[in-house]
């Protein structure tokens, strides 16, 4: 009961390649600082390359009773080259180890995120290029407020996820130092070199404290933190997805690939995918308070406790990359219906606003302008006609400003051409929200 | 009922200032383009300025009927200068309003956090100072381990809070953008100069998209997240410091100041503030779960929901600061108690490793030198004595290259004077770890 | 600094009519003991009733550094019938005396949540009451599924409230526990009496573990689990009425007072009260996880992080009481659009299922009755028409089966009347669980 | 992709058993009522437990593109008895025989909680009576405050269990109700009888909402909150092991079996099965934050969405139900050390409570007998001396009402022995207390 209790090797094991790699570095260092011999170094970094290519292959599983995947490659390498296999413990612990395994892990992760991160953006940009000139409601309160372009409201997720890629950026150079060396807890009196060990392994930084470099899981606690403002950020697209695959709002068509259908309704398409990426968000929100909890008030310096960020980070680390896939793949497909779209936009006066804005410009204070204009639309709805239906005659009768060129204005079309401010939902600033975000895409992230 | 379901004035009243400052900027901008005329900019600016002298003086008080700070302001406004105070509102809406307000005043919280956690480092290295030579037990599973220095263990937090430090600057990098400008969601048709008032009020960008600039609340999330790693790492110690004062520990005592002692027992000291700060972790872990929750599956643009941020923010900047300052006093001011540290360190074998350490460097496998030492630790412990107290001869029969000199390597002194490895509990390496973290204090952040 | 941080009455205030009530009780017992004299209960029980009313009457206000509420009302006590007032504190400790006050003022808000909760299903019920006989489109993945009746859609939350009123029951009896008589920790050598408190205090039972009566805080982070599921209920119900009053789905007019409107555009109603209803969940969310935070790894007994439960429980309640209360007052007021839910219901063949049941009747398997009348649902999508718009030629096209009847099943109306199945959403279920609803709510909660 | 994404059946694979249960009672129930033919529910139910043979015997295993539990068997079915197997979908859908079958799998889990805590309460009380003599020091702010027994402490845990066991009652009541009949959303038109499915499967209530029985979920929240409680009644418990373990309490011998040692340190004994029992509440508290977040503002009837319940769920499960058995391994395994827990009681003046009350049984008013009594601490602190030590002159110059039999008071055992109130730390109470817990456990549960 106690050994399955304690086990780790059931969900650490996809460390292996990493605990490898690792203990070649350390294994090379001890060599040339003359603390094994360069024979012994030699043999057993063959012999950890053998273990690797028998794990690829299919020939070496993990075996339960041997707790982790340190004490399972250790007990392979000592089957394999004797007891010199032994020596690779030397000024080092499963403290430190597993430290750096980690992060050499979630590097490689973080590797993985931002290139899908980048075709999640590329899927939305593309999306956003065929729609940017298709008018659509642009909402408060989830009420039609004022018209927007398709491509601009696409495009706001365009910048969060843009935030999150820069985010990103900044996770890697947070997990870049490597915590081997500090042993147990307080770091050896042997003349280790932890600085070739972080050369070979690509760390810019060697950790400062040894107690720190064993009990530290800020990186952890970083990405799920990470992790859930992005998983945020999806939720809301795939809740939006779901809203406009609605028949109420009909805005969009989910490509079969992305939606389950009825054998009795062929018309019913469930946005079963949009969904589960909502609804992941959850298991991602539950891992980053998991990882909180786990740490809150852990004494110095490694406690058992710690093993546990593992279940934790590596279910986040799935969860988010399967739906970040196939929001990559679902967002292209997106088969929009700008006539619905459009005619959304025409009705419910949304372009108020703008009539507004046309008598704020011929000197009417804003105040004012609200209260003529909001006696427009309350005759326009009376009449059950839209905004532009009402004559001249009726609206100069409420204010003698308005002259002929103000139905100019109250088209989505216009209302959208007329936005002239940074960042608004104008042609041209989507065009340039466009350009700007593939420009940033290409960078070096 | 409604009104007093909807107000939020009753909290969001601290963000007065900066409505304020944000207004003035607002105001003069238009003024400049000519969206209004310079007097009624001028108007405007000196009424807003007239507002903040009498509300600093206590002779303005919000009112709950006039919803939030902003209406409060803007019916302040009105009321002084007239209707030209309700120009104010050109080219802007609450939703961007408020969404620049809550920067502002993050961004001045922002400051005052990076003086307290300089506050903070700043005692802790006192301490460390003071202890740079002072041996006691390393912990590993809350077991004696090894001997570090208690300078050491203090700095492993030092790295800790020097990691929230760097992780401050970054918030405020993110904090950058001015989101004014956006209007209620779309932009605007009027010529207004967004950067003018960045310029003004020192930000660096704009933002990219108007729905993201009224939607987006990542900057306060990312705070949270921040907040909650800091919280976590202040657990940590308080609940060290909980520990060293019990009577068990007795590593620690409590200065009086910040105890709370009881009539009855005059020798009891109980670790209140320690303990406060440990259980307000809670908070703001809380803080954290509350806004993610609330920005789940929320479309897009502004939602009501938004207005929740607020109480979750301040209620974590309040019970941050609080315990920042606290424990930013609390810590010069404890007395260890360094002969108590040392006895603990000399007991129990803790330098166990020191003697396998000594026999690896004479040679022998590192897995051997494990076992001859763990047969040397029972003998002792069987006699009930200390690893020192066996004689020469009895440790040569275990293994026969001891000699006289494995003496020096088993005191705690001795056992941290041996160590070598950067970041290690050595002498040396404390002291480099004191001038490193005074260095990085001295940065700007 | 360390009384402005420990200080706890600027919250814990409100206890204080369940801080005297205790006392009176208290002392009450101890006078009849013989701990202290009658005459002494007498003077103590007396002044205990005046700073009871000097308190109503705003004449004594509480004062921080008096710490708590305890020791606020134990000066005022002293000061006014001199130092046998310090006598109260005879066999009580401020750990239990807290323990008590929380569970006394649970317990009343615990029938105020009770008034509250009947109080919204009561306006539930109104409403189903009127739309008993309502179809409208029922949902599965936001999808248009099968038609329902509104009476049944809205009573699915009645069920919901239900429940939560019911473990509301089983909250007051897990509460009903008197925890004074434990002291510090570990009772006392006095001839204390607690049973005789909790009878005058009404409580059924006596704590049977002096240790676990003052670190016990099962019935705090039980009340905010209960209030996370209500919140999480009211959450949901919030969305959908968020969604039911967009213009796109058109299905309800939410009352003038319950929404926000625009000076510009006076079609507009903002759903305020359901999105901050939706947003406040997280409050509660939060408080949860803050609560069990704070007790993860406490060891007993008291410790002074136990003084967190406070704001986290208040600040639950007070968020959670308003919105109960706002929507109890808004869901009577709701105008459903009869005509539009119809209309909706009629569209999209979602009366699909009956037909096929219609087949099955007949003796067709299910699964073959399936394909066909996808197949017919398939021909209707092409034709532009509805299902029940297919000739009777036509489906006997597909299926020889088909009648002249099946007509009569292809409405909403008729759909719903079909239905037959305990608990499904014919007109006669409906009523039956009106009348199920409005006899538990006669019963004794 | 898209099919990796949303299959389920990779963790839902674990309910194959509720799944056939619940079909062959749906299967009984279609035959007796006409809806298929007897004979084909005879062959139904025959190729159902064949299928469940075959599973448990390995010769069927499930197939991921078959997507989940529910699919994979209904096409093993078809493929053993053809297309009649179809039929058993008659008047059912996924949507209610999911949430049947994880109502069966938790009624399921619910009776094996019910013997674990059954066993760790057993496992508790048998330390607890081999300890109802051995006095300790009793803690508030882990500082001593008073003496208590070992088994005092002990049965506190006792309690909290007790309070988990009845709240595990509560829950396996509220879990009693069937919910299929529900079919999709709405019911159906066939002659179900949904109570003969009931008490085929043991339920005595079905569901009175068909919407509500197939959007329910609070069952699984209500789990999540019960296991949440009981892991932080845990994690308490595993905080105090590991506090007691350390050198510095000694209270403890962690049994071998129980620690993990060193090769280096043989007195080392890590305290990994508590450290992971404390970590592991983190999970729990992850998977229901998960499980809130994952509902909040979810629409009604099924949304996908809740196909992540089961993830949560199953963690939650499994690691509460192996703390808990490791636990109740270990509780009655635990070698305290009563001399060192005397000692510790003895030092300190942990009886100066019972001085005091000495005092105020001979009249001295509370307050006052409070600062005697500190006087007197101070004078035995300054001499170095424990209480008992200061001789009656000393003692009568501080009060003249001591006397001789003070002594008699001041050692730890007298000092329990004394206690006189319900639930107090004397031998009495805890002998009443053992014997109450004793009976409780031989209740049904």
Redesign the interface.
Known sequence: ??E???ESVSFDWRLWPYDIQGSIAHARMLGRQGIITREEARKIIQGLKEIARDIRAGRLAPRAELEDVHMNIEAALVERIG??G??L???RSR?DQVALDLRLYLRDELEGFTALLKGLLQGLLQQAQMHRHTPM????????????LLA??L??Y???FL?DL??LR?LKE?LDVLPL????????????E??QVAQELGFSR???????????R?FV??FL?WA??LA?HL??L???L??W??????FLELPD??A?G????????????A??V??????V????????????????????????DK??LFDAVDTLK??L??MA?MLPALKFRPERLLQ?AQ????T???M??YL??RGL????A??V??QA??KA?RAGKPLQALTLKELKALCPLFEQDVYQRLSPQAS?R?????????PQ?VAR?LR?LRQALRRKW
Chains 1, 2, 3, 4 share one sequence.
């Open positions: 009961v106690v399955q209790f304690t007891p010199v032994g020596k413990h030397t000024a403290n409601p642009g909402y408060t309160h989830l009420q039609r407020a004022q018209p927007v601009h409201h495009l706001a365009g910048w969060m935030r820069e985010r900044l947070r060396g500090a042993c147990a807890l307080a770091g050896t009196s042997l003349p280790i932890p600085r060697v950790s400062e404290n040894s107690m720190d470099a064993v009990s530290d800020d606690v970083e933190c859930s403002i945020m939720s809301r795939a809740e939006e779901v809203l695959s609605t028949q109420e709002f009909g690939a992305f389950t009825s054998s009795i309704m062929p018309q019913k398409k469930n946005p079963d995918v969904e589960l909502r609804a992941r968000t959850a298991r929100y539950g891992a980053l308070m998991g990882a909180l909890t786990m740490l809150k008030a852990l004494p110095l310096s490694y406690n058992r406790d710690l093993q546990e279940p934790l399967a739906s896939q196939v793949q959304a009705e419910d006066y949304s108020a606003t703008d507004a804005e704020a410009e204070p804003f105040r004012e609200h209260k204009v909001g639309v309350l709805l959208v007329a936005k002239r401010s940074r960042g608004s939902s104008s600033e929200q700007a």
